[in-house]
C-alpha cells in the first residue's frame, strides 16, 4: 500500500506543500529527487545515531545547522543536544526550514553563507 502513495503525484504535492511551505513538486530538483525516492531499495542497514560519548569525543571543527520544521526528526532538540555534547561546535537551528531544507531560497543562501565562512575559519 505505501509503495502505491510513494508514486502518486498529489501526495508528494501535499507533502512538499506542507514540509517545503510552497508548491515545489513540478521544480527539476525536487523531480530528481523524487524520482530516487520512488526507485530507492534499502541495500543496506539504516544507520543509528551515535552515542553521546563519540559525540563529545569528536575534536574536529564541526558545523550543523538544523530545520526547525522537519517533519523527521526534531532539529530543535537535536542542535540543543549537539550544543550540549560539542560546547565548540557551531551549531544553528534554520527556523523557517523543512526537512528538504534546500528548497526555500533564503535556507539554500544561508546555508551557503555558513559553509563557506565556516570552510574559510577552518
Known amino acids: ?11 508528494w504535492r501535499r507533502f512538499l506543500r506542507w514540509s517545503a511551505g510552497a508548491d515545489v513538486l513540478d521544480r527539476a ?11 530507492y531499495r534499502v541495500r543496506v542497514p539504516f544507520q543509528v545515531r551515535p552515542a553521546a560519548e563519540q559525540i563529545s569525543a569528536l575534536s574536529v ?4 545547522m538544523f530545520a ?14 549537539l550544543a550540549e ?14 526537512h528538504f531544507v534546500y528548497l526555500r531560497a533564503p535556507d539554500r543562501d544561508r ?5 563557506r565562512g565556516f570552510v574559510e575559519r577552518v
Open 85 to 98: 555534547l560539542l560546547p565548540g561546535a557551531d551549531v544553528e537551528v534554520l527556523p523557517e526550514a523543512g
Open 68 to 81: 526547525a520544521r522537519s517533519a523527521v526528526h526534531d532539529g530543535v532538540a537535536a542542535a540543543r543536544l
Open 111 to 115: 546555508i551557503a553563507e555558513r559553509v
Open 29 to 39: 530538483d525536487v523531480r530528481l529527487v523524487l524520482a530516487g525516492i520512488r526507485e
Open 61 to 64: 571543527p564541526v558545523l550543523a
Open 1 to 11: 500500500m505505501l509503495g502505491g502513495l510513494v508514486n502518486r503525484d498529489w501526495v
